[in-house]
T-cell receptor
Framework: AQKITQTQPGMFVQEKEAVTLDCTYDTSDQSYGLFWYKQPSSGEMIFLIYQGSYDEQNATEGRYSLNFQKARKSANLVISASQLGDSAMYFCAMGPPSGNTGKLIFGQGTTLQVKP | GAVVSQHPSRVICKSGTSVKIECRSLDFQATTMFWYRQFPKKSLMLMATSNEGSKATYEQGVEKDKFLINHASLTLSTLTVTSAHPEDSSFYIC?????????????FGDGTRLSIL
C-alpha cells in the first residue's frame, strides 16, 4: 500500500529565510509522481511542484524546489526567501506519473507560518 | 487551462435537507472526477472516484446512500449529501482528471463549505 508521511504538524519561518518541509513516502510501484500542494485558509488547493520517480534532477519552480532522495524515499519541499503569503497548509502527495490519471494519496499536512 | 469550477462555495442549511454540490471541468473533458472531504486542519480524505457514465467507486467507510455521486457527462459530476445532519458539516473538494493533462493528475475545485444547523 502507498503511504505519505509528513511529520511536522506546524512550522515557523522568518520572512525572507528558507524553510524545508519534510515528506517521506512508501510504495512498491516503480513509476510514480510526487506532488506538493499549498492550501491557504480560503481552502483552494494550489499545485506547486511535481517530481517524477524517474527524474534524475530535482524539480524546481520559482522559489520552490523539491529535494528528491529516492533511496531514502523522501521528497522534501524547500521554499526559499519566504514571504508572508506563504503562510498556509502544505500537503505532500503521491500519485501517477506525468500524463496519467489516478488517485492521489495525501500526507497529513504541515501548517507553515511566516513571521514578519 | 484546466479549470475546475465547484458550486456552491458555501452552503448553510437545516438538518434533514439534501444538498447538491456541482463540479464542472470548464475547459477540458474529465474522464474521472474525485470527491474529497476535509476536516479542519486535517488532510484530504478521498470519498469516491467517479468515471463518466458509470457508477462511482466509494472508499471504505463512506456511505453510498448518504453521499450520492453522479457523473453524467465528461464535464459535470455532482455530489448530493442526502438528509444532511450536523456531523456531515465539512469542507468538500472535487477534482477532475484526464489523461495528458501535464504534470498534474488532478485539477481541484475551490471547495464547498457545508454547515448543517
Amino acid at each position: 500500500a502507498q503511504k505519505i508521511t509528513q511529520t511536522q504538524p506546524g512550522m515557523f519561518v522568518q520572512e525572507k529565510e528558507a524553510v524545508t518541509l519534510d515528506c517521506t513516502y512508501d510504495t512498491s510501484d516503480q513509476s510514480y509522481g510526487l506532488f506538493w500542494y499549498k492550501q491557504p485558509s480560503s481552502g483552494e488547493m494550489i499545485f506547486l511542484i511535481y517530481q517524477g520517480s524517474y527524474d534524475e534532477q530535482n524539480a524546481t519552480e520559482g522559489r520552490y524546489s523539491l529535494n528528491f532522495q529516492k533511496a531514502r524515499k523522501s521528497a522534501n519541499l524547500v521554499i526559499s526567501a519566504s514571504q508572508l503569503g506563504d503562510s498556509a497548509m502544505y500537503f505532500c502527495a503521491m500519485g501517477p506519473p506525468s500524463g496519467n490519471t489516478g488517485k492521489l494519496i495525501f500526507g497529513q499536512g504541515t501548517t507553515l507560518q511566516v513571521k514578519p | 487551462g484546466a479549470v475546475v469550477s465547484q458550486h456552491p462555495s458555501r452552503v448553510i442549511c437545516k438538518s434533514g435537507t439534501s444538498v447538491k454540490i456541482e463540479c464542472r471541468s470548464l475547459d477540458f473533458q474529465a474522464t474521472t472526477m474525485f470527491w474529497y472531504r476535509q476536516f479542519p486542519k486535517k488532510s484530504l480524505m478521498l470519498m469516491a472516484t467517479s468515471n463518466e457514465g458509470s457508477k462511482a467507486t466509494y472508499e471504505q467507510g463512506v456511505e453510498k446512500d448518504k453521499f450520492l455521486i453522479n457523473h453524467a457527462s465528461l464535464t459535470l459530476s455532482t455530489l448530493t449529501v442526502t438528509s444532511a445532519h450536523p456531523e456531515d458539516s465539512s469542507f468538500y473538494i472535487c477534482s477532475a482528471s484526464s489523461r495528458g493533462q501535464g504534470n498534474q493528475p488532478q485539477h481541484f475545485g475551490d471547495g464547498t463549505r457545508l454547515s448543517i444547523l
